[in-house]
Every structure is written in structure tokens, then in C-alpha cells.
């Protein structure tokens, strides 16, 4: 059984920073990219930052140079270091990992965290 497990997430005045982790755990053989997306209610889930396994990464427009993601795939973990906050970035943090894990085989399969939330107050 492999979980990915997020932590981090709080209120937070505008203006302020917060840094989210999420490790995966389990018989993981390898993890492709990882990343973090975000959701308020009533919308759609969004993309906020992804990285390769190599550390090439992607930002949504929005979050770009406020926003920071990084991992250390020694310890299967995946950052994102958020700073500048605004209110609009209030939401439930998700995050996701392409991995490839070790059973009767290897299997590749996507897995989502359970969600963080983050408030920002203006």
C-alpha cells in the first residue's frame, strides 16, 4: 500500500509564507514527477507546480515567483515553499506522484494525498 502523506498547511496572513512536504511511502520502486495542485469548492482542481525526477519544473501562471517546488528523492518528498500569499491561494493543497511500485511486478499508477488546507486572511 503505498500513501502519500501532506503536511504543512495552515492560516496564514496575507503577505505571509507557508512550506508544504508530502511524502510517499510504501514498496515504491521509483517515483516520476511530482507535484501539487490545488482546490476550492465548486471548482476544478488546478495545477500549481510539478517537478521531473531529474528537478525540471513547471508553475502555474499564477504562482510564479512567489511559489517554489522542490524534492528530495532520498527521502521520497516533494516541497513547495509558498511565499508572497495572497488570499485568492486560500484553498485544499493536493499532492500527486507518478510512481512505479514493486508487487508482483512493478506497477506505474498515479496516487493523490489526502489534502492540506491553507487559508490566507487578508
Known amino acids: 500500500q503505498v500513501q502519500l502523506v501532506e503536511s504543512g498547511g495552515g492560516l496564514v496572513q496575507a503577505g505571509g509564507s507557508l512550506r508544504l512536504s508530502c511524502t510517499a511511502s510504501?514498496?515504491?520502486?521509483?517515483?516520476?514527477?511530482m507535484g501539487w495542485y490545488r482546490q476550492v469548492p465548486g471548482k476544478q482542481r488546478e495545477l500549481v507546480a510539478t517537478?521531473?525526477?531529474?528537478?525540471?519544473?513547471n508553475y502555474a501562471d499564477s504562482v510564479k515567483g512567489r511559489f517554489t517546488i522542490s524534492r528530495d528523492n532520498a527521502k521520497n518528498t516533494v516541497y513547495v515553499q509558498m511565499n508572497s500569499l495572497k488570499p485568492e491561494d486560500t484553498a485544499v493543497y493536493y499532492c500527486?506522484?507518478?510512481?512505479?511500485?514493486?508487487?508482483?511486478?512493478?506497477?506505474?499508477?498515479?496516487?493523490w494525498g489526502q489534502g492540506t488546507q491553507v487559508t490566507v486572511s487578508s
Open positions: 510504501g514498496s515504491i520502486f521509483s517515483i516520476n514527477d
Open positions: 500527486n506522484a507518478d510512481l512505479v511500485v514493486a508487487g508482483p511486478g512493478l506497477i506505474r499508477y498515479r496516487r
Open positions: 517537478i521531473t525526477s531529474g528537478g525540471s519544473t
